[in-house]
């Protein structure tokens, strides 16, 4: 093959290629442009505007998993933790790994008061990063309050320990105080006053 004929040739593929390959940069950059938007809507409160901007960053982008993150943070302020459930599903079922979006959806799981789906969040982000003490107080109320089963009493008490440990280590005073009440009404629950 000549020369001319191989250029004629890799240039009529470079240019099938551009006309068949969807336009994934404009794409790209539409999705972030309505993240951004959300985000700048969300820090001036206008959260139902943001929500709307977070779904067009998602038409866009559906494997963007911070957009269902930042969806479901708007959601909560609009009080819908139904609605930032489905988000944070979508996200933790793209990207597993997300522990941020497993430990925010197994929070939000302890106000709907599902306390397994809670716990098996939980569960995943402790033992993946065991200095969160959030999701350890998380955890440990989703125990508490967990009722298909029997009690898990040593696992509460475990839990709500290395929560109040860990926001001391922070210097997060008032989550301390308030998890070592909830200890404390453990211990006096499950009879444990003075053991463990």
């Known amino acids: 093959m000549s020369r001319s004929n191989f250029f004629l040739l890799l240039t009529t593929i470079w240019i099938l290629q551009f006309i068949l390959t969807p336009n994934t940069w404009a794409q790209q950059e539409k999705a972030e442009d309505w993240f951004l938007k959300g985000n700048l809507l969300s820090s001036k409160g206008h959260f139902e505007e943001a929500v709307d901007a977070y779904k067009k960053s998602i038409d866009h982008n559906p494997s963007a998993t911070v957009s269902y993150f930042n969806l479901s943070l708007a959601y909560k302020k609009l009080n819908m933790p139904e609605e930032a459930a489905v988000a944070l599903e979508k996200a933790v079922a793209i990207e597993p790994g997300y ?98």
């Open 99 to 196: 522990l941020d979006a497993r430990s925010s959806l197994g929070n939000t799981y302890n106000h709907l008061e599902r306390w397994e789906d809670a716990i098996a969040q939980l569960n995943v982000v402790v033992h993946r990063r065991q200095d969160d003490a959030d999701a350890h107080g998380n955890l440990g109320w989703a125990y508490y309050n967990f009722k298909k089963g029997p009690p898990f009493k040593h696992l509460v008490i475990i839990n709500l320990r290395k929560a109040v440990q860990l926001f001391e280590s922070k210097n997060q005073v008032e989550a301390a105080i308030s998890t070592q009440k909830v200890l404390e009404d453990a211990l006096v629950k499950f009879n444990l006053n003075g053991k463990n």
